[in-house]
C-alpha cells in the first residue's frame, strides 16, 4: 500500500512537472495559467486511461461478478487516492495564477474563487477520498467486478479535457471540437449512466435474476450508494446536452438566410 502510494505520487507529481515544463518552453507566449490548465487536464486524461484500462482488465477476469479477485481492483484505489488529493491542490494553484495574473492577490478572495468555481469537482474527490475509497477496501472479498465497472467511468474524462482545451486555446469553432463533443456525449452516457444498468444486470444474470428484480434483492445501502453515485453524473450529463444543444444550434442570421 504505501508503495502504492509513494509511486503514485510521484507519477502525478512528475508529469505535472515534465507536461509543465516542456509546455512552457514549446509556447513561450502562453501564461503560466494556459501551461498550468493543459498541464492539469493532460495529467486528469492520462489518469483516466489507467482506470479505464484497469477497469477492463478488471471486468474481463472476473467471470463471476461477486466472488472473483483481482488484485488491480484494490490496488488501483491506492493508486487513485494521491491523484485526487494533486488534483484538489493543483486546482487551487491554477486558481491562484489565474487571480493573480488579474492583480488579484487577495488570500481570501483566491480560496472564496477556488471553492465558487469548484465545488462540484471538490465534492467528488473528497467524497472519494473519505467514502468510497475507504468502503471499496473494506468491502471483503467481494465485488473486485464492479470495482472495476467503476473504473471504466473514467472513459469520458479525456474527451472532457480535449475539449476544454481546445476552448482555451479559442478552437471551438472547429470540427474537431464539433467531433469531440459527440465522443464526449457517447462515452459520458455510456460508461457514467449506462454503467449502473448494466452493473444489474451483470450481477442478475449471475444470480440467475431479470434486472427488475435485482434491486430487491440486493442490500438497500447498495442502490442508495449507485443513487448518491448516478445523481452526479445525470446533472454533469445535462450539462454537457445543454452545451451540444448551443453548439449545434444554427445561428438566427443563418436561418434568416
Known amino acids: 500500500m504505501l508503495q502504492t502510494l509513494a ?18 518552453r514549446a509556447r513561450p507566449e502562453w501564461t503560466v ?7 492539469t487536464r493532460l495529467v486528469s486524461s492520462a489518469q483516466a486511461v489507467l482506470a479505464t484500462g484497469s477497469g477492463i ?5 472476473c467471470r463471476n461478478v461477486v466472488t472473483d479477485r483481482h488484485w488491480l481492483a484494490r ?4 493508486f487513485l487516492v494521491p491523484y485526487m488529493v494533486y488534483d484538489t491542490c493543483v486546482m487551487y494553484l491554477c486558481e491562484w495564477y489565474r487571480t493573480t495574473e488579474q492583480n488579484r492577490r487577495d488570500s481570501r478572495t483566491i480560496f472564496r474563487s477556488y471553492l465558487s468555481k469548484n465545488r ?11 467514502v468510497l475509497a475507504p468502503i471499496a477496501q473494506l468491502r471483503g472479498n467481494r465485488g473486485d467486478f464492479f470495482v472495476g465497472c467503476i473504473f471504466t467511468a473514467e472513459l469520458s474524462t479525456p474527451f472532457v479535457s480535449l475539449g476544454k482545451i481546445l476552448i482555451q486555446l479559442k478552437q471551438q469553432h472547429t470540427l474537431l471540437y464539433k467531433v469531440n463533443g ?56 445535462s450539462l454537457l446536452c445543454k452545451k451540444a444543444a448551443g453548439l449545434f444550434d444554427t445561428p438566427p442570421a443563418e436561418k434568416d438566410g
Not at 490496488?75 to 491506492?78: G, H, R, V
Request: proline share 4%.
Open 182 to 237: 459527440i465522443l464526449t456525449l457517447t462515452t459520458f452516457f455510456c460508461c457514467r449512466i449506462l454503467l449502473f444498468p448494466f452493473m444489474y444486470c451483470s450481477y442478475g444474470q449471475q444470480v440467475k435474476l431479470n434486472l427488475l428484480q435485482v434491486p430487491f434483492r440486493i442490500p438497500f445501502l447498495c442502490n442508495v450508494a449507485n443513487a448518491f453515485l448516478i445523481a452526479p453524473q445525470i446533472y454533469w450529463f
Open 33 to 39: 495559467y494556459d501551461c498550468l490548465m493543459i498541464s
Open 7 to 24: 509511486w503514485s505520487s510521484l507519477f502525478f507529481l512528475g508529469l505535472f512537472a515534465l507536461c509543465t515544463w516542456v509546455l512552457r
Open 57 to 61: 482488465v478488471i471486468i474481463f477476469n
Open 120 to 130: 462540484l469537482m471538490i465534492t467528488h474527490h473528497v467524497a472519494i477520498l473519505l
Open 75 to 78: 490496488e488501483y484505489i491506492w
